[in-house]
Structure formats: C-alpha cells, structure tokens
C-alpha cells in the first residue's frame, strides 16, 4: 500500500526519528505550525494538500483533532489516517495502553514548539521589541493567568540543551514554573506502522471526518500550546 504524511513542523524532530526507527521512507507534506492559529486555515491548507495527492492509498496525518482543524476533512484522493487524539500532546507524552490525561495549568514545550515563527517565544521577542519589558509583562500576564507551570517535554529527539536556556528564560520572564516530563515517540512510530485499531480514526476514500470519529460529542478547544 502507498502511503503519503501530512505533518505538523512543530513535530518535526519527533516524526524524523520515528522514521528513522521504524525504516519508513513514506514521502511527508510539512505544514507550517501557524495553521494551528485559526482552525479554518488550518482545516482549507489540509485540504488543499489531501486534494492534489496523487497515486496514493492513504494518507498519515501527524496530527489530532486540533481545535477541530480537521473535522470536516474530506478524503478526496485517499483513505485517511489520523490519530484519535485532541492535540499532538497526547503523541508525545501518552503511553502505550493508558489515557492520556492533561495536566492542567501547564503550557506544553518541545523545541518544535519553540521555534515557530508564531510561538509563545517568538510571540514575546516580538512583544518586547514593540513594546518594552513593562508592558510585555503585562501582556503576559494576562495571557498566562491560568497557567502556573511551563513544561518542557524530553521526547528524546533533540538536545535538551538545544532549548533549555531559553525555556528557563521565559518562565523567568512569566513568573511561570519550569517543570520537565519524559516524553516518547511510540504513538508516532505507531501512526507509521500500525496496527490501525481504536487510537486511530480510519475515514475511507470518499468520507468526510466528523467530530464523532475523535470520540468526541462537542468541539474542542484549540490547544493553548500553539501546536495541534
């Protein structure tokens, strides 16, 4: 069977290891991270990739639900699969056989996340050069006030080094906690092997993938990572 993956960059590290360890040499569509900032882009850009595949008999989504950027997917060219996940957070930190339960309180960071040119770090680079430190802190403030930890994930892609200091740096800057999490790339190896069973909706050639498919029953918010 042929297959095609549509990825998120901001799981890009993540995703290239995964191929590395499970030999897969499918071709991968990367999609920016700033979709992710209004779902609608995001579900027209995803479509737009699905519509021009061609000789393909499924396609892998690096992807969940993501503030339901892709419930209303159509599966024009092929069969579709995507993982039965509100966002990419559950990818990397659930484990094999156990519900993913979120942590509230907690703003979620990989070096994926990080180094979007949309991200929370970008994000208050940006503020700060337009508006000094006062007022940026103001800013965050209000933007943060229900978050008490930033938590860096150790997906065991990339050097934490890589990261660490600047991650340290925005909590600093926040007044926000920084906190680490041991994280895993099993889902994504598994996106790429299978077997496809329940952590997967399989919508078939000619389907439309609807909110009932992430065995959800209402819309989910988008997630406040900036990441889906």
Not at 76 to 84: D, E, H, N, V
Not at 100 to 112: A, M, N, S
Not at 115 to 125: F, M
């Amino acid at each position: 069977m042929s297959y095609a993956i549509i990825a998120c960059r901001t799981l890009e590290d993540e995703l290239n290891l995964a191929m590395r360890e499970t030999g897969c040499g499918c071709p991968v569509i990367w999609v920016e991270s700033d979709y992710h900032l209004d779902p609608n882009l995001l579900r027209s850009k995803l479509q737009l990739e699905i519509d021009n595949l061609k000789d393909i008999e499924s396609v892998l989504f690096a992807y969940g639900c993501c503030g339901n950027g892709l419930v209303g997917l159509k599966a024009t060219t092929a069969g579709l699969i995507i993982p039965r996940t509100e966002d990419c957070i559950s990818m990397v930190l659930g484990r094999p056989g156990e519900k993913f339960e979120r942590q509230k309180q907690v703003y979620f960071l990989t070096r994926g996340w990080m180094e979007g040119s949309k991200s929370i770090l970008a994000e208050y680079s940006h503020a700060m050069e337009r508006y000094g430190e006062k007022r940026t802190k103001r800013i965050f403030e209000l933007m943060l006030k229900h978050y008490r930890y930033f938590m860096l994930i150790d997906t065991g892609a990339y050097k934490l080094e890589d990261c660490f200091d600047k991650a340290e740096e925005l909590a600093k800057n926040t007044d926000l906690e920084l906190i680490m999490a041991k994280g895993d790339i099993w889902f994504l190896k598994k996106l790429l092997t299978g077997p496809y069973n329940d952590d997967f909706c399989l919508i078939p050639k000619g389907g439309t993938v609807n909110i009932g498919h992430f065995g959800l029953a209402r819309p989910v918010p988008s997630n406040q990572t900036g990441a889906g």
